[in-house]
């Protein structure tokens, strides 16, 4: 019998963006031994950018190979699905098509490789690392760009008979409601409670308001952002945003949570920023449209990990949660 | 090393109802040796209810006594806890509080007892033995007095992490719509698509409509079973009640497979006698507000389970998946 030594494992973890990937070497205590990052989208060919990502990590791997074992390579990236290791139809990916891309990696690194989709592995970094440590039902939704969701029940993501389950952002919290930009869904989570989705609810709202703070600025520098610092020097209008936003987001959670009854909700990402003045109001409106039994026991709380680790940290997580 | 022969392996299942339990002996082929029902209704206190049970069951365990293995009790009820073993603040029940039922259970017949609500033992019953044979993903929805839901996710119900997962009959599919009449939620999956949602929607309906044949009917028997009797002699408004309740039941589901991807969404239960009066504009609005990657994909399907039995045969699968 062969004693395996925890503290000399390391997995490399990466997580694919739409515009950078970052890479990390993480050990078992998640703590990022060394990091980097490239360009996404300067290749338009997948292996031209697995290439690249060899070329950079490769130098960091010598450094540190001599001491420690590389179990594997954790990858986030969106579409990405977990049974069969591909990259499908990624609309904000250079690369068109089905990607086999955990058979790509291996055969450039010589290593194991898993991929699973960037909400997915955020949650996995969250049960090892961060708010969730210890828990075995939460859900984790990621505020950005877009929507995204992982869904862990009984310590495990669940995935569903395909590799895509927790669309959470694509679901309907207002039937008939507004058009998504993308998909063309009517009235989904995404529509209201992304960047986007705030972006458009604040130009609404101070069309109909012109004595609001949110009319100082030119069109297109309205965001999430502008909006938080009108909401911060008292704008009504710009926390009217918030507060609309927190509420569709706690419809929506109100549901998720006589799903799968879990312990906590984290939530992460660009959108969290707001703090309270979206948090308050989700709260609230998650409460109000629970059953008695599941009123006051699920935490509502913000990720604990630091964001530019987050998702090395979750890709390297899917290494050892196989 | 002994060999446990499986043919002579029996289980005890019982589905207690408001009204009615029943108690069946079933062995690993689905098939009930034997079965009995007792009122639920006449026991004030549940003691005397187990008692009971006990002098009802007890002639028949002996009579199989002889050759068979009693592995253990199954049971499924209303407002049940697996994980604590109890039937907790159980509106339709007579028993009051937070009963220890398991606990009884065991001390009475000297036997391992399991406790589940009963629309998790229903997808129990139809993975062992019914239409989800060999599915590792899908989720169980129960129309009936009310909707109740039992959800497998990689070939295990999902508890959360209280036990109470799975209410999706109290999900909002309308936000700030029909008051439930007894939660006093507004919106929710069973203010429509429960037999008692039905007759509120045909009640409405034929108001408005003097000329359906729905008026024909005192308003006392106005159900779903006098809507269905006029829908199939083409009354457009009942057939429209149905239309109406699939199409709230298939954007409920639109969101539950954008959850947990199953592979098959089951109906159960005697809302599903409508037919294709229900089950086309639910498949229908189910796959338009999926998101492309889900679509064409999920079997909306009716249980293949005889009602009689399945409650039986889903309580005693408990003893077994434990």
């Known amino acids: 019998m062969s004693l395996i030594d925890l503290s000399k494992q390391v ?23 060394d990091k980097g990052s490239l360009k996404t989208d300067a290749y338009d060919k997948v292996e031209d950018f697995i290439d690249a990502l060899y070329e950079h990590v490769y130098p960091l791997m ?19 699905n977990y049974y069969k290791g591909t990259i499908e139809l990624a609309p904000n990916l250079p690369w068109k098509g089905v990607i086999p891309f955990t058979e790509l990696m291996t055969a450039k690194f010589n290593l ?52 895509f389950a927790g669309e959470l952002g694509h679901t309907i919290v207002k039937p008939g409601g507004r058009k998504h930009w993308s998909t063309g869904s009517e009235g989904s989570l995404e529509a209201y409670a992304s960047a986007t989705g705030i972006t458009i609810t604040a130009k609404k709202m101070r069309a109909e308001f012109p004595e609001s ?12 952002k502008t909006v938080y610092e009108c909401a911060i020097k008292e704008d009504p209008i710009a926390i009217e945003v918030f507060r609309y936003t927190g509420q569709k987001l706690g419809e929506a959670l109100a549901n998720f949570v006589m799903f799968s009854s879990p ?25 109000r449209n629970l059953l008695p039994i599941f009123r006051n026991k699920v935490k509502l709380v913000f990720s604990e990990l630091d964001e530019a680790d987050a998702a090395i940290l979750g890709a390297s997580a899917l290494v050892w949660e196989k």
Chains 1, 2 share one sequence.
């Open 112 to 163: 194991p490789c898993t991929v699973t989709n960037d909400a997915n592995a955020a949650a996995l970094g969250e049960m090892l690392f961060g708010a969730a440590r210890g828990m075995k039902d939460f859900i984790m939704i990621t505020l950005g760009t877009g929507v995204g969701s992982g869904i862990i029940s009984n310590g495990s993501l669940i995935y569903g008979h395909d590799g």
């Open 213 to 224: 703070m949110l009319n100082q600025y030119p069109e297109d520098e309205i965001n999430s």
């Open 11 to 33: 997995a490399l973890g990466v997580d694919i963006g739409g515009t950078n990937t970052k890479f990390g070497i993480v050990n078992h205590r998640g703590e990022v031994l």
């Open 62 to 80: 010598e450094k540190h190979g001599s001491e420690k074992h590389f179990d594997g390579i954790g990858v986030g990236a969106p579409n990405a």
């Open 263 to 287: 312990q906590a909700i984290l939530l992460f990402g660009g959108v969290i920023k707001a703090g309270d003045f979206i948090l308050k109001p989700a709260k609230l409106h998650m409460e």
